[in-house]
T-cell receptor, first 109, second 112 residues
């Protein structure tokens, strides 16, 4: 079993839709959770970072961590074509950050 | 972009040749990382460094070595490249003040 599981998609939604991206993890040792956005042929870009359970909001993006069920979510409100990218979830600490394989999102105008 | 550059950005090399990739940061952060990214596998850690001359292995370190003689530079060496090492390689740092991880632009390596 992979430490971080993520549905690869692709996920296709119309512009303006609410997008829900999800990951599950199997090891409770590390407490940092991250979401990255990666455009084609670019490096991953940090979107959200949290050290706790609950919700963290930043503009149209909300990250949610449920440690009891080992579930990580990213919600995108009012999705835009510019949100079309691959989204990577990750968890870990200094010595080890484990990534999901990424979910490819396409927002159709 | 946390001041991370990688060189070269693209490289094609033949099986059996040595290859060195360079990661350079401008902000003297302590932790630096090398990852490879492959379809179906996502990002996997090759090696990381927690200071000058302090390095440790990641989950896919076989066939790779690293060196860090200066805070700002982290080198990844493939001693004898194989076709299975064809990949996109990313360098990353962790910001010492925010603890957030930032990635470089990547190096696309093809081993023929």
């Amino acid at each position: 079993q992979k430490e971080v599981e993520q549905d690869p998609g692709p996920l296709s939604v119309p512009e303006g839709a609410i997008v829900s991206l999800n990951c599950t993890y199997s090891n409770s040792a590390f407490q940092y959770f991250m979401w990255y956005r990666q455009y084609s042929r670019k490096g991953p870009e940090l979107l959200m970072y949290t050290y706790s359970s609950g919700n963290k909001e930043d503009g149209r993006f909300t990250a949610q961590v449920d440690k009891s069920s080992k579930y990580i979510s990213l919600f995108i409100r009012d999705s835009q074509p510019s949100d079309s990218a691959t989204y990577l979830c990750a968890r870990g600490g200094y010595q080890k950050v484990t990534f999901g394989t990424g979910t490819k999102l396409q927002v159709i105008p | 972009d946390a001041g991370i550059t990688q060189s070269p950005r693209h490289k094609v090399t033949e099986t059996g040749t040595p290859v060195t990739l360079r990661c350079h940061q401008t902000e003297n952060h302590r932790y630096m990382y090398w990852y490879r990214q492959d379809p179906g596998h996502g990002l996997r850690l090759i090696h990381y460094s927690y200071g000058v001359k302090d390095t440790d292995k990641g989950e896919v370190s076989d066939g790779y070595s690293v060196s860090r003689s200066k805070t700002e530079d982290f080198l990844l060496t493939l001693e004898s490249a194989t076709s299975s090492q064809t990949s996109v390689y990313f360098c990353a740092i962790i910001d010492d003040s925010s603890y957030e991880q930032y990635f470089g632009p990547g190096t696309r390596l093809t081993v023929t």
